[in-house]
């Protein structure tokens, strides 16, 4: 199957600092990928739809000057946490739809800011 | 709005079948999956099934679809220790590709 991958796969940051995560699709190209959070032991929320060639669409609640999104190419998406602070921690997991209605997610990104 | 449901625990006997449920509220919704997602990796595609499909059947996996009910299920045929993770229900509603994850069961099989 299609395969997606993220980098880095764990990342430790100072408060007040930013992260950038990447988000490829390998074997296939995404026009949208969608950005995911998840907290321990919880389900996935969904975050963000990333856009390749126009701005991200948020969801509710998700403040879009604090988590950046650049759909820079077909096969790359990225994520921006800014200004890092603890509450931030968490795992985030992007994923790109094929074009067989199948989506794939990438095999995500631990984020633990001090 | 959006709601998918799923009971979060499951305990089987290694060797017995194990059927994990999930309910959904969007009736335009147009695929539904199941992933599996074990400790600290992301998630996994099992299956899939569109919803004019009353069933799949795939190796050991089987989905049966209730679409009046709103009713998705997954059966694990002779379930074993590696079958042990969380499993999530997803909807993909109408005309967009995002997915509605529910809760997550997380599957225990003991010897």
């Known amino acids: 199957g299609a395969v997606v991958s993220q980098h880095p796969s764990w990342v430790i940051c100072k408060s007040g600092t930013s992260v950038k995560i990447e988000c490829r699709s390998l074997?296939?190209?995404?026009?949208?990928m969608f950005w995911y959070r998840q907290f321990p032991k919880q389900s996935l929320m969904l975050m963000a739809t990333s856009n390749e060639g126009s701005k991200a669409t948020y969801e509710q609640g998700v403040e879009k000057d604090k988590f950046l999104i650049n759909h820079a190419s077909l096969t790359l998406s990225t994520l921006t946490v800014t200004s890092a602070h603890p509450e931030d921690s968490s795992f985030y997991i992007c994923?790109?739809?094929?074009?067989?209605?199948?989506?794939?997610f990438g095999p995500g990104t631990r984020l633990t800011v001090t | 709005g959006e709601d998918v449901e799923q009971s979060l625990f499951l305990s089987v006997r290694e060797g017995d079948s194990s059927v994990i449920n999930c309910t959904y509220t969007d009736s335009s919704s147009t695929y539904l999956y199941w992933y599996k997602q074990e400790p600290g990796a992301g998630l996994q595609l099992l299956t899939y099934?569109?919803?004019?499909?009353d069933m799949k059947q795939d190796q050991r996996l089987t989905v049966l679809l209730n679409k009046k009910d709103k009713h998705l299920s997954l059966r694990i045929a002779d379930t074993q220790t590696g079958d042990s993770a969380i499993y999530f229900c997803a909807e993909r509603s109408g005309g967009y590709n995002k997915l509605i994850f529910g809760a997550g069961t997380r599957l225990a099989v003991h010897p």
């Open positions: 099934i569109f919803s004019n499909m």
């Open positions: 994923s790109a739809p094929s074009e067989s209605y199948e989506q794939y």
């Open positions: 074997d296939f190209q995404a026009t949208t």
